[in-house]
């Protein structure tokens, strides 16, 4: 929901967003005057129960307009008129054949700016290419095989602290764990260190709290508002981080494998390097993409294990058998446990916790015999695309069988995407997948965590899908 201020650009760095609401909504208006007769048809009326019910839950919305309008319809949230596209195909069009029509910072990735800066989620066209480029090698197999050490020691201590006959929130639990691999995986901080991982950890969970609140709280500016929340927490995340990246430039040491350690080192094909403030926003920016998902990854596995007895009894057969009790290594995660990749995919299925993809078209463009204008905001949608009971019958249910090697195989493109695609496919899915593969099977070499009677879990979207009010569960041993 922001819009470009064609009067501030930075030289080669993309350009400023402004953060005057009042501005923003006029423009977002002008863009829908300006592209009138080339919308979609769709619920376009301003409706305020809709507006609340997309607000609380949208997925009954988004199925119901792809039922009823097809892969491509409109729908009014607030005064902003958006195109929602669903469906292999659309997502297919977005991600990979397309995705030149599109842009992310002007989306509502735009809101994460005053936290984020310009990270690869908030930049775009050559610009981000270039950032891209640069980051990749940071993120190869053998980076996240060094993670995975930090990986293990995290879970190892995390598990161990919890005790058998309790009642535990698992979100909160991982929420926890995940907050501390990334400060040693990402920022090279410990996690005890009272002066700089666990302030930083504290400031990160204080500054992603404010893309929880509703939209119009986000709004308020002023003493105690939420947005002097997030200003204090950012000055001190961004105290910590530039003096870890003084530190690094300081005395730099190849020994380090943090990515934090890794950005300040790393070179583009050219020699090109990040300045301070470009390591600053792209490090902020892995934190943010890197530990709602994770988090909620895991919570979502053990309530869906919980409920399903016999997909969880073959779970744990095949990791007795493959690791015989001992903490599981990359190889063995990436190759020697099948059925937990299907376990996983299909968690991914149903709840894809970065579940909308939001772009603006920065072209008119046609699709599905519709065409969309310049300037319109255009979702795609992975949480609606993987309900859609053509292509995945009997959407609502957990059937891992769906992901054997073949079945996966013959999906149709695009059907399945909950790591995005194209050149812009998630920069952390082997880090992501392997933080949750590693922490779900070690928990399961000691412990079960059953759901509660009579307690349902409810999905909550924003910023990104995870159990409304966290996950209670009782732990028992698993003999
Ligand atoms: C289970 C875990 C994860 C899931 C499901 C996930 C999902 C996604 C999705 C769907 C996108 C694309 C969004 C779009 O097309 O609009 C994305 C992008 C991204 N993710 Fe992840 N993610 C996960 C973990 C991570 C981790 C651990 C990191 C970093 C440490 C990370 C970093 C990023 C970045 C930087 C991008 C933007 C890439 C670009 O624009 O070039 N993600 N992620």
């Known amino acids: 929901m922001a819009t470009i201020d064609s009067t501030a650009p930075i030289a080669g760095r993309p350009s400023r967003l402004t953060a005057n609401p009042f501005r923003r909504v006029f423009d977002d208006l002008a863009v829908e005057v300006r592209g009138r007769g080339k919308y979609p048809p769709g ?29 491509i319809f409109s729908m009014r949230f607030l005064h902003i008129r958006s195109i929602w596209m669903l469906g292999p195909e659309a997502n297919h069009y977005v991600t990979v054949a397309h995705p030149e029509n599109f842009h992310w910072r002007e989306s509502s990735f735009g809101d994460l700016i005053p936290l984020l800066g310009d990270g690869l989620l908030t930049i775009d066209d050559d610009y981000h290419d270039r950032a891209r480029a640069i980051m990749v090698p940071a993120f190869h197999r053998e980076q996240v095989d060094a993670a995975t050490a930090a990986m293990v020691g995290e879970a190892e201590a995390a598990i161990a602290a919890l005790a058998p006959d309790t009642v535990v929130d698992v979100y909160a639990w991982m929420r926890a764990l995940a907050m501390r691999i990334a400060m040693r995986a990402l920022l090279g901080l410990d996690p005890d260190d009272a002066g700089k991982g666990a302030l930083a950890a504290e400031n990160f969970e204080v500054a992603l709290g404010f893309f929880g609140i509703d939209f119009a709280l986000r709004l308020v500016r ?129 709840y894809p916790p970065a579940w909308i993809g939001p772009r603006r078209a920065v072209r008119d463009f046609e699709w599905g015999g519709h065409q969309v204008p310049q300037g319109a905001y255009v979702n795609y949608c992975s949480w609606a695309s993987h309900r859609l009971p053509d292509v995945f019958p009997e959407p609502e249910a957990f059937v891992p069988e769906r992901f054997t090697r073949e079945r996966k195989a013959a999906l149709p493109r695009g059907a399945y995407v909950p790591f995005g695609g194209g050149k812009r496919i998630c920069l952390g899915k082997r880090f992501g997948l392997i933080e949750v593969k590693l922490v779900t099977t070690m928990l399961l070499q000691r412990l079960r965590a059953d759901a509660l009677p009579g307690r349902t879990m409810t999905v909550r979207q924003m910023p990104t899908l995870s159990p409304r009010g966290g996950l209670k569960m009782r732990l028992r041993n698993r003999a």
């Not at 619920?43 to 097809?70: C, H, M, N």
């Not at 190889?331 to 149903?350: A, G, I, N, S, T």
């Open 222 to 350: 002023g003493p105690g508002s939420p947005w002097r929340r997030l200003m204090s927490a950012r000055a001190v995340l961004d105290r910590i981080v530039y003096e870890e990246i003084e530190r690094r430039r300081a005395a730099p040491d190849s020994g380090r494998r943090d990515i934090l350690s890794l950005l300040v080192e790393a070179r583009g094909e050219n020699g090109e390097r990040f300045t301070d403030t470009e390591i600053r926003d792209q490090v902020m920016t892995l934190m943010f993409a890197g530990h709602d998902t994770s988090t909620s990854t895991v919570t979502f596995a053990l309530y869906e294990l919980a409920h399903h007895p016999d997909v969880l009894a073959r779970l744990c057969a095949e990791q007795d058998r493959v690791l015989a009790g001992a903490p599981p290594t990359i190889d063995q995660l990436e190759k020697e446990l099948p059925y937990l990749d299907m376990v996983v995919d299909e968690v991914l299925r149903l």
């Open 43 to 71: 619920l376009s009326d301003f409706d305020w129960e809709r507006t609340k019910q997309v607000a609380r839950d949208p997925l009954p919305i988004l199925l119901g307009g792809y039922e009823e309008f097809g892969p």
